[in-house]
């Protein structure tokens, strides 16, 4: 193991190239080592002796009948002095304040315990199943074995198995599974209005036992036996129990529903809530989780805390990674290999060598298609192609990504079983390296675009085409991204301005697709799905399909609000198609009908996850051919299948 000493962090600050100042002191935060919790009881309780209704209860009480209520924990003298041997820390995941614990809603900006995707982050919240990215297979975590499907392939069924268990020691059952889906549905949640035209229902055969039942189409087969089968490795199981409590509280109402911050929320994961503030959110262990049984883990993750700073930008998170203050980053982090070739700091990424992680998702910037001048493709295309792509590649995510010349684009990842998905030579003449400034031009020339009152500037229709390009403050890749997009319409004649919101109002903007986008969105980056079990066609439903728009919480796609019926109708046959030739064409038409209307570009490749560690303190994170079987995927010990790495890690001096 390589050592270093803690003077080295001063000259690694310039030498990563960033604008940074160190971290901040961590605000002291007293904490009482004993809490002491009032709660009205609403009922009589067997305790050791009787508790009268509506008594207060100040004491300590071991009931013997369930009741649900905040767990009360020990706490360190100061959140500032969690024990370093005992506590793995983050960055990158979590940006501004948490606002809440509910599963049901997708506005809890809570990044580190509350995401349900291809991956999904299962600390608190689990699923029956998780998704490995490397090998393509879905593992068994609150499931008792593989799930198997009927011979229609109309059915999915799979067990519980018999150890899980609510944090509040109730058994976790199939009845679970099947309310947190008819709530989904009810309440018209993010979830079940994403599902609910695939997925018929969730039924409780008995108290292990569950049945999806997909939706069918005229000739009685599955509609989209794709979103069927992801469904059980990418959303929560939520306690029956505590929804109907959550119920009560909303009135039935959808909204209220929705907004409750759930401070009550029963979970059956390894972790909860232990402090946030808008500087930090720490979780810690449950040692009753029902995960240490032998039938999963064996044992209980190795952290007692999981601890994440709200650092301000990326820079500053880079500069806590270098001094040894992260343990694990899911950020950009500029330059990162110079922290082990220049200055021989324990830090390392899963690939040793550029770039650096596994190439799966593809950060794209989208158009607004309803501001001044983005209908017109000549314009869309003018941008996009005048990007200098190299320089994004090179500068704003050194090194970490393709090359366009490398992987041309499509709607594809680097990977190889999705470039070979679709016919390379039949989309060659649309695609672009960029840097095409000469061809921009005569483009928007070719369309009449011109600048006609000798102001430099291009006007459509007598109307000066300028825009905003913006993305979250403080994501630094995305940033110079964005610069180097801005810089591109002033070679061509495109006033195009640069804005950074933080991403506590960005979200919130972005993700409402109900309306037309407000001012200072004109184009504006956001991700794509990586690595899935519905892959590539997850990704191109994401980035394409019209089914987003109308939607008032759009954590999907199609931010943009593009709309084909063409490319909808692809995207709705696929999953129902089983022949590799003719998914293939189809494929290859979607990639054809991008590249034609370009209702947004892509501006990178971007792994699955940024995956950078520092091994002072912790060791044994995930790194290609590490000799993990399954293979522990590098998802930041916190996503599908790469929690196991919260089992594996161990301390560098026990």
Known sequence: MKRWMPV????????????????????????PKEVVVEKKVIETVEVVKEVPVEKIVKETVEVVKVVKETVVVEKPATVAALPRNETLYFNGQQWGPVVGWNPY????????????????????????YLYNMLDGQQYPLLADGPYTWNDARTEITFKIKAAAKWSDGTPLTAED???????????????????KDYIDTIEAVDAQTVVVKAKLDADGKALNPLLVAAYVSQYYVIQKAWTETLEERAGGDATALMADTAED????????????????VIYIRDDNYWGQDASMWGKLPAPKYLAHTIFKDNAAGSVALAQGEVDVSQQFNSNIQILWLNYGLPVSTYLPEAPYGIGASLPTAFYNLKSYGLDQLAVRKAIAIAVDYPTIIANAMTNQSATFDQVPRSL?????????????????????AGNDIEGAKKLLDDAGITDTDGDGWREYNGQKLSYIATCPNGWSDWQAAIEVVAAAGAEIGIEISSNYPEWSVYQTIVTKSDAPLPEGYDIFMMWSAGAGPTMPWGRIRNLLSSEWV????????????????????????????????????MYTELVKMYLTDIPSFTLMYRPQSFHAVNETVWTNFPHQD?????????????DGWGVACLYNVTLVNP
């Not at 962090?9 to 901040?24: E, K």
């Not at 809603?105 to 029956?128: C, H, K, L, Y």
């Not at 929320?265 to 930090?280: A, I, L």
């Not at 594809?412 to 672009?432: C, F, I, R, S």
Request: glycine share 8%; proline share 10%.
């Open 550 to 585: 109308g939607m008032a919480s759009n954590w999907s796609g199609n931010w943009g609000q593009y709309s084909s019926p063409d490319v909808d109708a692809l995207i709705q046959a696929i999953p129902g198609e089983t022949d590799p030739a003719k998914l293939k064409g």
């Open 626 to 638: 590490d000799g993990t079987d399954p293979p522990v995927p590098p998802m930041d010990c916190t």
């Open 177 to 195: 599974v099947a309310y947190t889906w008819a709530t989904h549905v009810k309440y018209n949640t993010p979830t079940g209005a994403g599902n």
């Open 8 to 31: 080295l962090a001063l000259l690694v600050v310039s030498a990563l190239v960033l604008t940074a100042c160190p971290a901040p002191t961590p605000q002291i935060i007293e904490v």
């Open 265 to 280: 929320v029963v979970y059956s994961g390894p972790y909860h809530k232990f402090f946030t503030d808008d500087t930090k």
């Open 105 to 128: 809603s997708s506005g809890n900006n809570n990044a580190m315990a509350v995401a349900q995707n291809d991956s999904s982050r299962v600390i608190m919240f689990e699923t029956p």
């Open 412 to 432: 594809m990842n680097p990977t190889p079983g999705e470039q070979a998905m679709y016919d390379h030579d039949a989309v060659k003449d649309l695609q672009w």
